[in-house]
């Protein structure tokens, strides 16, 4: 019978390199931003999320068999192009395609090295798109100059909001954190230390419009209106669903212990 890991390593590169294109990896990811900025918030998160779990699937299939060289040279060139390309972004979509490319650069890295925690990254990764993808839904808002105004509306979202940017910046406490250190850390173990420290350098570009939209998210403010006795500012209800998922996206590295055992 058949079998996807009987073949021999020229047609399973070939084969992963069609799936990395699917996943929008540089270069082979000029697609994914202009596709991501033309669709809805919602399509844009299943497109983010949901779409890539039956091609990270297949290249976890494939790994054994994979050339080393390819998937690393890819997912080194995923990392920087996401990070070059997101700096002089102002659509959010396009910031969240970008930032999309450089997770998956991440976990194709560590794919050839250890398939499970490429995985874990992908869970990981795709809460964290959830979480934030689910807060702009909530807003409303697909430009940075829609989310500076939201703060005198959410205060709450707002701030939680900000976190979540962190957290997929992968500083440290937040969950976004532990899979750049299980990865650098089994990269170091592989004596893969070149490439560790590139992807950690790299990774510094993606830290710099995280953190330029942190800082319009929390610390700009658009001008006040004149009081009135009657708010003109429409409430919104809270939402489940926002809550659970950003509330997961920040307190969930302590469990990571746990997450990797299961």
Known sequence: ??????????????????????????????????????????????????????????????????????????????????????????????????????????????????????????LIYALLTAAMFSSLIYMGATKMSEISTVWSKTPTLTSVMMLTLLSLAGLPPLTGFSPKLLILSELIKQNSLMLATIVMLAALLTLFFYLRLTYIVTLTLAPNAPSSAISWRSSSKPSTLVATLNSMALIMFPLTPTLLLM
């Open 1 to 122: 019978e058949w079998s996807i890991l009987t073949l021999s390593n020229p047609p399973s590169t070939i084969i992963s390199i069609a799936l990395m294109m699917k996943l929008g990896l540089a270069p082979l990811h000029f697609w994914l931003p202009e596709v991501l900025q033309g669709v809805s918030l919602p399509t844009g998160l299943i497109l983010s999320t949901w779409q890539k779990l039956a091609p990270i699937s297949l290249l976890y299939q494939l790994s054994e068999l994979m050339n080393i060289y390819v998937i690393s040279i890819i997912g080194l060139t995923s990392v920087l192009v996401g990070g070059w390309g997101g700096i002089s972004q102002t659509q959010l979509r396009k910031i969240l395609a970008f930032s999309s490319i450089s997770h998956l650069g991440w976990m194709v890295i560590i794919l050839k090295f250890n398939p499970q925690l490429m995985m874990f990254n992908f």
